[in-house]
């Protein structure tokens, strides 16, 4: 049974930091890719960061470039995401999910063509504001 655990949300200021984690069991596979979605209120379900199994391969949504920071420790078989500069613009519950896949452009697409993803977590509230 696949299952995906996301942690690490809280409230914090414009400008701080937080990094989530997503710790994931049950895989048969390792060839599998992992990304980051977030939904704020009234807003539709976007695609953040997605990476592949090695973490050599890394997609950014443009609103969070230069900010955030998406990771993978295989040994734990956990995938991080790190959120520098937070702005108000970021307040979302924040989801893991996965998909299986192999290709570099499949990474990508994780995160940007709807009904890629397999498998979601239960999401963590993040929320900026001061």
């Known amino acids: 049974q696949v299952q995906l655990v996301e942690s690490g949300g809280g409230l914090v200021q414009p400008g701080g930091s937080l990094s989530l984690s997503c710790a994931a069991s049950?895989?048969?596979?390792?060839?599998?890719?992992i990304g980051w979605f977030r939904q704020a209120p009234g807003k539709e379900r976007e695609g953040v960061s997605c990476i592949n199994r090695t973490g050599g391969t890394r997609y950014y949504a443009d609103s969070v470039k230069d900010r955030f920071t998406i990771s993978r420790d295989s040994a734990k078989n956990t995938v991080y995401l790190s959120m520098n500069d937070l702005k108000p613009e970021d307040t979302a519950v924040y989801y893991c999910?996965?998909?299986?896949?192999?290709?570099?452009?499949?990474?990508?697409?994780?995160?940007?063509?709807?009904?890629?993803?397999?498998?979601w977590g239960q999401g963590t509230q993040v929320t900026v504001s001061s």
């Open positions: 049950g895989f048969t596979s390792d060839y599998y890719v």
């Open positions: 999910a996965a998909r299986r896949a192999w290709l570099i452009r499949d990474v990508q697409a994780m995160c940007t063509v709807k009904g890629q993803a397999q498998y």
